[in-house]
């Protein structure tokens, strides 16, 4: 163990991505042999900090000061070899081989003369079951990795972050898929590092969980660091009122639209993956906006993507206007005028080396189809001019490929798409992400526009503000379940953030 | 990206940089044809540019099988031994009535439309059976149509398999056949408009607007861009799969008739690796093997090349083993070319 007072020193940290500020002046003090939790918000910049701390991003401005040493990580190799590991939220393990091949793969040990060297499978072995027998898991270091649970993955990544002799550990929400009694384990595995004098950087928006393993609390809040807090004199309270406890400093367009009658009227449904949502119940008006908030594992994407045909029902039924619907495929989703604005734009949005043109239109083609079963291609190109100018595309021309715009401008392509299929219901999946802020207003004008208009929008959001300003009534979800539906114009950060962690 | 506007009225460097590198196929078409016809003069010669566009017409024909296929980020490998099948069915429907040793010793005439269609029609069923596996079992196109592809190869072995000769090639085809592959409208002595030219262009003009004026050509470049997205938006991704692979397969059934037609005579070696013939041309032409990118007119000009190099190498007496090293290299040569102007700089 350090005697100094800090393991970790992170001095005036700041970050800028085009647009985005996403880190300002954050100062982060570490003590050696503690647990420190980071808390914040989605986008509160937890993660980049991490990863600066991790040299995966290179800070613009500041410090980071280990052990006394000043040190400039150009990569995770060099973090690791001063002592800093990182798990991750989504671990990305080697699944068709071993797990002790997992643990030491890049520096495997080796037996041989010379140049002329093999791996050492026993002592790889035996090392691991050291390694193991410290941290007191139980895992047969040959097993295939693939055949082993996410809390057992975990374990393994842990013990691969002990065998580097790391003096710090950040670990990015890890118990997001773990049981009460996995995150137990989990959790007695941390006490006993911090016993050996390894401080562990535990990110997770978990109350209970934060209350019950951290001895300090830092909170970050729009890319600041709000404060460092002593565990053990915080209440939930506390944490949340610093987490929110900003002012609306983004504008939102003002809204004209008027809710109507109900169209769409979702009764239990449930997942056929058993983790995910369940016994979900709500109702939709004609020109209502609908947000649907929560945190990450909430499970509002699945939901989505259920109501659009793209993920199992096992139970409940969705109605439109009153008449019991079945939805398999995105096809009949369309088919019954619902549209789906994905969360994943790059995954599952845009045709990157297809034209704008062609993105604008693409599914849509059907409706240009002549007797002679040739495209109408002139009206086509009538109807992409006026859904990009409509939409304010900036693109050189409709023949541009779609890798070559913004972020903001691809979003408006994918959103003039589905305009054009002329649908009643829009569901729009984190509508923002990735997009700067002047791009966001012109979005939320498109959203209030097409409220105005009648249409029924759902948006599904991880941001507090856009949620509040933009929600004419917000459905609140909490590891797959439904918390509550709050009034649009009543509800409060805090009424938000309450009960998006009832169930933590 | 905009280049600044030309001080004087003038071509820039830049412009022709830019002509260059998005004509490099063509570019290298027309250099090697000059290059050949300076070595060998007879080179440009009607006849022997006549013989080979004869020779391009079957092979344009798998190849734009192969290459929408190749646009929805599949592969067929399959379409030799297809082409192989087809011209057997074809030609064995097709022996003259006083060939002594007939397939079906006691076959009637018919009218040469039949066969055809029914090698057509067993293209079908193989591409039916591909794209179903591909899509609906969703086994990977390379295995799939590798599997295919020994399993044609049996199924063509078994109907010409005449035992106890074993499986004899099929000859004595009809003239009227033959002369679909061979025959020509005469203008001259030396300039002629053979029949063959005169299908492929046909199947050519229908591929392309295939390809860009129907909902289904769009569908295919959106399932090869990005499957999942096409898949939100509303695009059927088995319906679209399974009709790619049935065009590929009704063209292989015409290339089938038409190769059989042509040498006469057909056995169940037909189309062996002419599949790699066919994913070289596509390639060379621009057909992006990861899908979403390729055209008709690239995929014509990479037939050509392919041609053009095999005619050149001939007439310039070069060895018949230096021509494979040869092609071998143009191709990984055209690829490293076109490839240019998908790189964007970092």
């Not at chain 1, 610093?242 to 809710?259: A, C, D, I, L």
């Not at chain 1, 909430?298 to 939901?303: H, I, S």
């Not at chain 1, 984190?430 to 029924?456: H, M, N, Q, W």
């Amino acid at each position: 163990m350090s005697d100094r007072e800090f393991i970790l020193e992170m001095k005036n940290i700041s970050k800028s991505f085009p647009g985005v500020r996403a880190l300002q002046e954050v100062d982060l003090k570490v003590r050696p042999g503690t647990v420190h939790a980071l808390m914040g918000e989605n986008g509160a910049g937890k993660s980049t900090l991490m990863k600066c701390l991790f040299g995966i991003y290179a800070p613009d401005e500041g410090e980071i000061v280990i052990d006394g040493e000043p040190v400039t990580f150009q990569s995770a190799r060099q973090a690791l070899g001063k002592g800093i590991s990182m798990i991750h939220q989504e671990l990305l393990p080697i699944p068709y081989r071993s797990v002790m091949e997992n643990i030491w793969l890049g520096r495997y040990p080796t037996v041989g003369i010379g140049p002329l060297q093999f791996v050492d499978h026993k002592r790889m072995l035996a090392d691991t079951q050291k390694l193991f027998a410290d941290l007191k898991i139980d895992i047969d270091p040959k097993t295939w990795v693939v055949n082993l649970s996410v809390s057992k993955i975990q374990s393994m990544e842990i013990s691969k972050a002990v065998s580097y002799h790391s003096k710090i550990i950040i670990m990015d929400e890890p118990t997001s898929s773990l049981t009460e009694k996995e995150v137990a384990h989990l959790f007695e595995i941390i006490r006993r590092l911090r016993a050996q004098g390894v401080s562990v950087l535990y990110i997770s928006h978990k109350m209970e969980e934060i209350l019950q393993i951290s001895d300090e609390v830092s909170i970050m809040r729009d890319g600041r660091l709000i404060g460092t807090y002593d565990a053990k004199s915080l209440t939930t309270d506390q944490i949340i009122s610093h987490m929110v406890g900003r002012s609306m400093s983004q504008r939102f367009p003002h809204r004209t639209n008027t809710p109507g009658k109900t169209l769409l009227y979702v009764e239990k449904l449930t997942s056929v993956v058993p983790t995910s949502f369940r016994n979900i119940s709500f109702e939709l008006r004609a020109g209502e906006i609908l947000g649907v908030s929560g945190l990450v594992g909430a499970q509002r994407t699945e939901l989505m993507e259920a109501l659009f045909g793209l993920r199992g029902i096992a139970s409940g039924s969705i109605s439109l206007r009153g008449r019991k619907v079945g939805i398999r495929k995105p096809e009949d989703a369309k088919h019954f005028k619902m549209a789906l604005l994905t969360e994943e734009r790059r995954a599952t949005g845009i045709f990157p080396i297809l034209s704008v043109a062609d993105n604008t239109l693409a599914g849509n083609w059907g409706s240009y189809v002549q007797k002679t079963g040739l495209l109408n291609l002139h009206k086509a190109h009538v109807d992409i001019e006026r859904s990009n100018s409509q939409l304010t595309v900036k693109t050189p021309s409709t023949k541009t490929l779609m890798q070559n715009l913004s972020g903001g401008n691809q979003q408006k392509v994918i959103v003039g798409r589905w305009l054009l299929t002329e649908p009643d219901i829009l569901i729009l999946d984190e509508p923002t992400r990735g997009i700067d802020v002047g791009a966001k207003f012109e979005i939320y004008t498109i959203i209030a526009d097409l409220a105005a208009r009648g249409k029924s929008i759902i948006m599904v959001s991880s941001e507090m503000p856009e949620i509040l300003g933009m929600s004419d009534r917000i459905m609140v979800m909490c590891e797959g379940r439904l918390t509550g539906i709050l009034d649009g114009k009543s509800a409060t950060q805090e009424d938000v953030m309450r009960l998006s962690t009832q169930f933590m | 990206m905009s280049t600044p506007a030309p001080l004087k009225p003038g071509i820039q460097l830049s412009q022709v940089r830019e002509f260059a590198a998005k004509n490099a196929i063509v570019l290298v078409l027309l250099v090697g044809i000059i290059v050949t016809a300076i070595l060998q003069p007879t080179f440009l010669v009607p006849d022997n540019l006549i013989n080979i566009l004869m020779i391009a017409s079957i092979y344009v024909i798998i190849a734009l099988g192969e290459g929408p296929i190749l646009l929805t980020k599949g592969v067929d490998l399959s379409a030799g031994r297809t082409v192989g099948l087809t011209a057997c069915i074809a030609a064995s429907l097709l022996q003259r009535i006083d060939y002594d040793s007939r397939i079906f010793p006691d076959l009637p005439f018919m009218p040469l439309v039949v066969p055809i269609v029914l090698a057509v029609l067993a293209g079908v069923a193989v591409g039916l059976i591909n794209g179903g596996i591909v899509s609906f079992l969703k086994v990977p196109p390379f295995i799939t149509t590798l599997g295919s592809m020994v399993i044609i190869y049996g199924v063509a072995s078994l109907y010409v398999d005449r035992p106890p000769h074993g499986a004899l090639p099929i000859g004595g085809l009809r003239d009227d056949f033959t002369n679909i592959s061979n025959g020509a409208i005469n203008f001259t002595s030396d300039i002629r408009l053979p029949y063959i030219i005169i299908i492929a262009a046909v199947v050519i003009f229908l591929m392309w607007l295939l390809l860009n004026k129907t909902r289904l050509g769009k569908n295919i470049y959106a399932m090869g861009a990005n499957p999942d997205a096409a898949e939100v938006s509303g695009v059927n991704p088995n319906k679209t799969l399974i009709l790619v692979y049935i065009i590929a397969g009704a063209l292989y059934g015409l290339a089938g008739a038409l190769q059989a037609a042509r040498q006469g005579s057909a056995t169940n070696n037909l189309g062996f690796t002419w599949e790699l013939d066919a994913i070289a041309a596509c390639v060379i032409g621009g057909v992006s093997t990861n899908g979403g990118v390729g055209t008709v007119g690239g995929i014509i000009t990479g037939v050509l090349i392919m041609q053009v190099m095999n005619n050149a190498l001939v007439v310039l007496g070069v060895s018949v083993y230096w021509q494979q090293i040869v092609k071998g290299l143009i191709i990984v040569a055209a690829v490293g070319i076109d490839i240019r102007k998908y790189i964007r700089k970092r």
